[in-house]
């Protein structure tokens, strides 16, 4: 079983940024693809950013591409997500997800989920 836990969330003004952690315990992540994915109110689901389990290769939505970096420390179990220039759009609850196989953008193919950490951004 694997757990994860979420932080750095808050609250930021457009053009801001953040940081978002991803804590992950029960299994050692270097063995996980990691993924984050967001949910705003009334929306689905949607994918953000994948890192593959050695952190060499990355995987972005278009809407975040260039803004967002997703990374991952495994020495320390943990995956990041920096959000620069965050827009107003970018409101949500980010989720941090983990899969043992190779990175998948799709939400229903992730295994373990956090509980979440939310982004609200003022325009």
């Known amino acids: 079983q694997v757990q994860l836990v979420e932080s750095g969330g808050g609250l930021v003004q457009a053009g801001g940024s953040l940081r978002l952690s991803c804590a992950a315990s029960?299994?050692?992540?270097?063995?996980?693809?990691m993924g984050w994915f967001r949910q705003a109110p009334g929306k689905e689901r949607e994918f953000v950013a994948v890192?593959?389990?050695?952190?060499?290769?990355?995987y972005y939505a278009d809407s975040v591409k260039g803004r967002f970096t997703i990374s991952r420390d495994n020495a320390k179990n943990t995956v990041y997500l920096q959000l620069n220039s965050l827009e107003f759009d970018d409101t949500a609850v980010y989720y941090c997800?983990?899969?043992?196989?190779?990175?998948?953008?799709?939400?229903?193919?992730?295994?373990?989920w956090g509980q979440g950490t939310q982004v609200t951004v003022s325009s």
């Open positions: 997800a983990a899969r043992p196989f190779g990175p998948d953008t799709a939400w229903r193919g992730y295994n373990y």
């Open positions: 029960g299994r050692t992540v270097s063995s996980l693809t």
């Open positions: 890192i593959n389990k050695s952190g060499g290769s990355t």
